[in-house]
């Protein structure tokens, strides 16, 4: 379930469609009670689909306010479809030692060539976007300071540090 925020649909149905006489524009969650006007959706900014979970149909009854007589009843097909949330699968990579100590920089040159698919875990790549943060919540960057983008490159050098990965559902 989800909310949704149907104003822009009244305020369409009220400015574009009836553009020429004043209406009132009244949403339901079946044709019986938009036929008998009852049990009126009335927080339209704040509605929440839990009598129909995922997808709900909803319909619109628009009234006249000369006379309140029904200019127009009609279903709005899937109107409110809930896209499920991607899971980031949890993943980890092991501990390893900087061997290279002729330098002053403490780093390892990690190996995340898998990093994606493992957080994906089967999940539609084209479907999600990917993002890396740092563990104060910053976008991660990499040792020349350009962001961490997805697909992340195979090896990411890095000292100790927790990584946040965010997968958000395209649609």
């Given amino acids: 379930t989800a909310i949704f925020d149907m104003t822009a649909i009244r305020?369409?149905?009220?400015?574009?469609?009836?553009?020429t006489i004043n209406v009132s524009v009244h949403f339901y969650e079946s044709l019986t009670?938009?036929?008998?006007?009852?049990?009126?959706?009335?927080?339209?900014?704040?509605?929440?689909?839990?009598?129909?979970?995922n997808t709900q149909n909803i319909w619109v009854r628009v009234k006249s306010d000369l006379g309140n007589?029904?200019?127009?009843?009609?279903?709005?097909?899937n109107l409110l479809n809930v896209e499920a949330l991607p899971?980031?699968?949890?993943?980890?990579?092991?501990?390893?030692?900087?061997?290279?100590t002729n330098d002053s920089v403490l780093s390892y040159p990690f190996d995340v060539s898998q990093l994606e698919a493992n957080v994906l875990n089967g999940q539609n790549p084209s479907n999600v976007?990917?993002?890396?943060?740092?563990?104060?919540?910053?976008?991660?960057l990499y040792e020349d300071g350009s962001?961490?983008?997805?697909?992340?490159q195979?090896?990411?050098?890095?000292?100790?540090?927790?990584?946040t990965i965010r997968?958000?559902?395209n649609n």
Avoid: K, M
């Avoid at 007589?69 to 097909?77: A, K, N, R, V, Y």
């Avoid at 962001?147 to 992340?152: E, F, G, T, Y």
């Avoid at 195979?154 to 990584?163: A, G, Y």
């Fill in 11 to 19: 305020n369409d149905i009220e400015t574009s469609i009836f553009s």
């Fill in 33 to 53: 009670d938009a036929e008998l006007e009852t049990n009126e959706i009335i927080d339209i900014a704040n509605h929440e689909n839990i009598n129909f979970p």
């Fill in 69 to 77: 007589d029904c200019l127009g009843l009609e279903e709005f097909s």
């Fill in 87 to 100: 899971v980031a699968n949890p993943v980890t990579i092991g501990r390893q030692c900087d061997i290279d």
């Fill in 129 to 140: 976007t990917i993002t890396y943060f740092d563990s104060n919540g910053n976008p991660l």
């Fill in 147 to 152: 962001p961490v983008l997805s697909p992340i």
């Fill in 154 to 163: 195979p090896v990411f050098s890095s000292e100790n540090q927790t990584i």
């Fill in 167 to 169: 997968v958000t559902n």
